[in-house]
């Protein structure tokens, strides 16, 4: 890392505590779709793994993935932003899903999984251990990482997706949410048993965490923070209505958010229907919010995005933006707490959009 650290500890400290800044912290993503971690795109690893059925752990090498992590990351100095980007478990692989007894498959595109049961009710839960076979292999990244890159770039958490996410993987998203109305009792047991499941896995894997330049550092979205921080989601969320949310998804977020003093929870703009849900969980430290293209507006988020502002919460901004949302954030958002996430096709469109980020009145 050849940025200056003190000054690089001093800006993440001031974006977590929502102190007066002239301008917000900045963090490019370079290269094709949302995803940082495009791993089928840039990575060798992972491009072996491509159309493959039945992926077993023994099929994945983190050996394997290191030259091309390490020339990843190595670009990523040469861009003049406040991040430092991070090395993590295979973000493509759904390991919680796979944990839990999915069967893991690729597509030409993406890594993904099957679900294991018909019904919800007749799920047959399995306890989770650190001898479960995908357990071991993510911890294994863990190690290998933290060998290889040491002090010189964070080692982080990987995706773990969130308790509506991992229902809907389990028994499928159509019959998850037919059964919210038909056998709420049910899915109580079903999302409970996934929450516990999760939070094993973030609590094992806070404790056996690297530390950088004094801190942690946030995988993804490559926040540093003085304390294990970790991240969280809630992408299914989108089929629970504000009540149902209330009911089945609100205490178990506050369990999770409640592992760490630095929670980040991610979000997709299709989510923020639910903002006013999501801000009554305290425990949540930090909201990020995903501009999906081609669906929502950044028109349309900002009475959201303001909401999380107004709450006195850290707000992350990540999407594929045109020049005028930049224009629209300078009028409507504080800096204080705001980090900006461009989306962008190379270095030198980042090298084009970073000085009017710099210049924020």
Known sequence: MNRDHAKYK????AFWEMQE??????GFTVGAGLDSWSYWQYNKGARALLNKQNILP????????????????????TINDDVCRSAMPLASVPWMEA??????FSTEAHMTCKKIVDKVDSLNPIPFTSDNIWVKKYFEFIKIYTDVFAERFPVAQSVLRGPSDLACALVGSEDAAIALITEPEAMHSLLNYVTDQLERLLKMHLAVLPKFRDGYVIG????WAPEPALRIQEDFATFYSPE??????KPLDKRLASISKYTLIHLHSS???????FLQVSQIRAFQVTKDPGRVSLVDMMPSLLKIQQAGKPLIIKGQFEDCDYDLMKR?????????????????????VMPMLRKWV
């Open 244 to 249: 149902l949310y209330e009911e089945f998804l």
């Open 271 to 277: 989510s923020l229907f639910l903002i006013d849900q």
């Open 220 to 223: 993804q979205y490559e926040l």
């Open 99 to 104: 944990i839990l007894g999915c069967p893991v």
């Open 10 to 13: 001093e800006r993440h400290i």
């Open 21 to 26: 800044v002239d301008n917000p912290l900045i």
């Open 332 to 352: 409507m958002l504080s800096v204080r707490g705001l980090c900006v996430q461009p989306v962008v096709r190379n270095l030198s469109d980042a090298d084009r």
């Open 58 to 77: 023994d099929d994945i090498n983190p050996i394997d993935f290191i030259e091309d992590q390490l020339h990843y990351l190595e670009l990523s100095e």
